[in-house]
């Protein structure tokens, strides 16, 4: 127990280091602009007066580090700075889209993480039937499509040919669950097409690599049933892979809202990142990149840690 | 076996997988033979229909659809080409010369990695192109340098089980360099699983650069690439047109040619029979 312990603490500090590390590296990026933001902010034609009293008042005359720890402090605080394209604070900029973007790649994760484990069982367990061959084949189509000719795919079929649904996701603020729910279903179903097939294939072959060994081959001897081979015997020690697959692929929703966002206009963080990277607005990219740094960092250490507490072999080291 | 052989036996989604990779290949080469007009020709009006003197209409500006996904191959394969070469040039040699040298060059390295990889892929080359610009240098750049930690993780992996072999410390023994136990001695014994990757690593940038193309923030225009086509044509598809599509289908279909390719050489070299 204690060396699972020390084991879980060793992982939270990687990810609390790299996430440092994250931020030096965004918080540098600006560094490596020509000239520096006061320059980038008023453009070629302005004049050195008026550049270098700008760049006081941003305080660039102070040194790196300085404003390292300064701008690191205003982050703590929630303080995400002002935008440079219209000077609003970025926090007011981002509030309601963060929510936006969670609960998209939330009911994603919601509707292909079930669909995905069943799938990648039922593959393993009829592995080598037409239906295995079937799923493989379109597992292996559905990862290498571009998410947005997914997206507009869905969006001929069933808001322009059906009209079933709109095909694009403004969302107004005083809108109904139901409403909010009809609007996000096409980005939601592109985002899990994606996922799911990378997520039922590693659980397939997790599984299948699980019953080629020796217990599983002893109690198919005895004579248990194909299905409680899975369920019973194998499932439980599959955990740990797919635990850490459900989770990566979580991580990777997060990235993916990016594309499907500017698809459907959906008014998430991803588009505002986007937009602000068109623009060139770097204190709005820089929060953005941070935040989905973060989240993304958070769900890999997440699998991290649970890959080791599902793993029962290191509940009980030997010696 | 033959390489003819081997070719004969290979399953039909191989099959299909070579045929189609030919077939772009040809394309990109020939394209000012293949496509009726020139890559940035206005040659009527925005958006029309198909047939007639425009095999596959036109778009928003007017310029020919058939010609431009031809020119379209030419750049968008090339430029996804050079990149994933960049990118295995400075992973691999890295990967390699981590996993001869060890100590704290290993260290060093495999901890600078760790942490690019802590950046979501996507989000990190967004970071950099907003401050760099996004000309197709800087594109080209940051995405290898991006991609060639992935293939830094696989390099040294492969060849950290190369290097315990006796052969290794038989040329090092006899005072080879490091150019000599890179190139004859770990490289040929890793080559498989690196030309493997090399097909999934092109897919991957091959769709990356499409997606951030299609965000606007890829190839420029009037560059034909097929993630801007999809863009600047996407608002046919509320008309129910599935002109915007093609290009994105070319995108599908060429990254689903290589995985299939790519899946049966895995195969074939794993030695592995599924039970």
Same mark, same amino acid.
């Given at each position: 127990?204690?060396?699972?312990?020390?084991?879980?603490?060793?992982?939270?500090?990687?990810?609390?280091?790299?996430?440092?590390?994250?931020?030096?590296?965004?918080?540098?990026?600006?560094?490596?602009?020509?000239?520096?933001?006061?320059?980038?902010?008023?453009?070629?034609?302005?004049?050195?007066?008026?550049?270098?009293?700008?760049?006081?008042?941003?305080?660039?005359?102070?040194?790196?580090?300085?404003?390292?720890?300064?701008?690191?402090?205003?982050?703590?605080?929630?303080?995400? #700075?002002?935008?440079?394209?219209?000077?609003?604070?970025?926090?007011?900029?981002?509030?309601?889209?963060? #929510?936006?973007?969670?609960?998209?790649?939330?009911?994603?994760?919601? =509707?292909? =993480?079930?669909?995905?484990?069943?799938?990648?069982?039922?593959?393993?367990?009829?592995?080598?039937?037409?239906?295995?061959?079937?799923?493989?084949?379109?597992?292996?189509?559905? =990862?290498?499509?571009?998410?947005?000719?997914?997206?507009? !795919?869905? !969006?001929?079929?069933?808001?322009?040919?059906?009209?079933?649904?709109?095909?694009?996701?403004?969302?107004?603020?005083?809108?109904?669950? #139901?409403?909010?729910?009809?609007?996000?279903?096409?980005?939601?179903?592109?985002?899990?097409?994606?996922?799911?097939?990378?997520?039922?294939?590693?659980?397939?072959?997790?599984?299948?690599?699980?019953?080629?060994?020796?217990?599983?081959?002893?109690?198919?001897?005895?004579?248990? #049933?194909?299905?409680?081979?899975?369920?019973?015997?194998?499932?439980?020690?599959?955990?740990?892979?797919?635990?850490?697959?459900?989770?990566?692929?979580?991580?990777?929703?997060?990235?993916?809202?990016?594309?499907?966002?500017?698809?459907?206009?959906?008014?998430?963080?991803?588009?505002?990142?986007?937009?602000?990277?068109?623009?060139?607005?770097?204190?709005?990219?820089?929060?953005?990149?941070?935040?989905?740094?973060?989240?993304?960092?958070?769900?890999?250490?997440?699998?991290?840690?649970?890959? !080791?507490?599902?793993?029962?072999?290191?509940?009980?080291?030997?010696? | 076996?033959?390489?003819?052989?081997?070719?004969?036996?290979?399953?039909?989604?191989?099959?299909?997988?070579?045929?189609?990779?030919?077939?772009?290949?040809?394309?990109? *080469?020939?394209?000012?033979?293949?496509?009726?007009?020139?890559?940035?020709? +206005?040659?009527?009006?925005?958006?029309?229909?198909?047939?007639?003197?425009?095999?596959?209409?036109?778009?928003?500006?007017?310029?020919?659809?058939?010609?431009?996904?031809?020119?379209?191959?030419?750049?968008?394969?090339?430029? @996804?080409?050079?990149?994933?070469?960049? @990118?295995?040039?400075?992973?691999?040699?890295?990967?390699?010369? @981590?996993? /001869?040298?060890?100590?704290?060059?290993?260290?060093?390295?495999?901890?600078?990695?760790?942490?690019?990889?802590?950046?979501?892929?996507?989000?990190?080359?967004? &970071?950099?192109?907003?401050?760099?610009?996004?000309?197709?240098?800087?594109?080209?750049?940051? /995405?290898? &340098?991006?991609?060639?930690?992935?293939?830094?993780?696989?390099?040294?992996?492969?060849?950290?089980?190369?290097?315990?072999?006796?052969?290794?410390?038989?040329?090092?023994?006899?005072?080879?360099?490091?150019?000599? &136990?890179?190139?004859?001695?770990?490289?040929?014994?890793?080559?498989?699983?690196?030309?493997?990757?090399?097909?999934?690593?092109?897919?991957? +940038?091959?769709?990356?650069?499409?997606?951030?193309?299609?965000?606007?923030?890829?190839?420029?225009?009037?560059?034909?690439?097929?993630?801007?086509?999809?863009?600047?044509?996407?608002?046919?598809?509320?008309?129910?047109?599935?002109?915007? *599509?093609?290009?994105?289908?070319? +995108?599908?279909?060429?990254?689903?040619?290589?995985?299939?390719? +790519?899946?049966?050489?895995?195969?074939?070299?794993?030695?592995?029979?599924?039970?």
């Amino acid at each position: 127990m204690n060396s699972l312990c020390k084991l879980l603490a060793q992982r939270l500090a990687l990810g609390l280091l790299s996430l440092l590390a994250v931020s030096v590296i965004i918080f540098l990026a600006v560094g490596m602009l020509p000239g520096d933001v006061a320059q980038a902010m008023l453009g070629q034609a302005a004049t050195p007066e008026t550049v270098a009293a700008l760049r006081l008042q941003l305080g660039l005359d102070q040194p790196a580090l300085t404003r390292f720890f300064h701008w690191g402090w205003q982050l703590l605080q929630g303080d995400l #700075g002002v935008s440079l394209a219209n000077q609003r604070p970025i926090a007011e900029l981002i509030g309601a889209r963060l #929510g936006n973007t969670f609960s998209l790649a939330l009911l994603a994760a919601l =509707v292909s =993480v079930p669909l995905a484990l069943l799938l990648g069982m039922l593959a393993a367990l009829y592995r080598n039937s037409w239906f295995d061959r079937l799923l493989n084949t379109s597992a292996l189509s559905a =990862v290498s499509f571009p998410e947005f000719f997914v997206a507009y !795919i869905l !969006i001929l079929v069933f808001a322009v040919k059906l009209a079933w649904l709109p095909s694009i996701s403004n969302l107004s603020p005083d809108a109904s669950l #139901g409403e909010v729910l009809e609007r996000s279903l096409l980005p939601v179903l592109t985002l899990s097409l994606v996922v799911v097939a990378q997520m039922m294939r590693m659980t397939r072959a997790s599984l299948i690599n699980l019953l080629a060994s020796p217990y599983i081959e002893m109690a198919r001897l005895k004579g248990i #049933g194909q299905a409680r081979i899975i369920f019973r015997h194998a499932l439980p020690n599959a955990l740990a892979p797919i635990v850490n697959v459900v989770a990566l692929n979580l991580a990777y929703l997060v990235v993916g809202v990016v594309v499907v966002e500017v698809v459907f206009v959906y008014p998430g963080l991803g588009q505002l990142l986007v937009d602000s990277v068109a623009k060139r607005d770097i204190p709005v990219v820089q929060a953005c990149s941070l935040i989905f740094a973060a989240t993304y960092i958070l769900l890999n250490t997440s699998a991290d840690v649970l890959s !080791i507490a599902s793993n029962p072999r290191l509940m009980h080291p030997k010696g | 076996m033959s390489l003819y052989t081997q070719l004969r036996r290979a399953p039909l989604s191989a099959k299909f997988g070579l045929l189609v990779i030919l077939l772009y290949v040809l394309v990109a *080469l020939f394209a000012p033979l293949v496509a009726p007009f020139g890559e940035t020709e +206005v040659v009527g009006e925005g958006f029309a229909p198909w047939g007639g003197q425009f095999l596959l209409g036109t778009d928003n500006l007017g310029r020919d659809m058939f010609s431009r996904l031809v020119y379209g191959a030419r750049n968008t394969l090339g430029i @996804a080409f050079l990149t994933t070469v960049l @990118a295995f040039a400075l992973g691999g040699f890295c990967g390699l010369v @981590a996993a /001869i040298r060890g100590g704290w060059i290993d260290q060093g390295m495999s901890r600078v990695v760790d942490i690019l990889m802590a950046i979501p892929q996507l989000i990190f080359a967004l &970071l950099i192109l907003s401050v760099v610009g996004t000309t197709t240098t800087s594109l080209v750049l940051v /995405i290898a &340098l991006l991609d060639a930690t992935r293939v830094f993780r696989l390099s040294r992996a492969v060849a950290m089980s190369v290097v315990v072999q006796d052969f290794v410390e038989a040329a090092r023994l006899r005072g080879e360099g490091l150019w000599w &136990l890179v190139t004859r001695e770990v490289l040929p014994n890793a080559a498989a699983p690196l030309i493997a990757e090399f097909g999934l690593r092109f897919c991957f +940038v091959f769709l990356f650069i499409s997606a951030l193309s299609f965000l606007g923030l890829g190839i420029q225009p009037p560059t034909a690439d097929w993630g801007s086509m999809v863009r600047d044509n996407a608002v046919l598809i509320t008309f129910g047109d599935v002109s915007p *599509l093609l290009p994105a289908l070319a +995108v599908a279909l060429i990254t689903v040619s290589v995985n299939f390719v +790519v899946d049966w050489v895995l195969h074939k070299s794993s030695g592995l029979k599924e039970c």
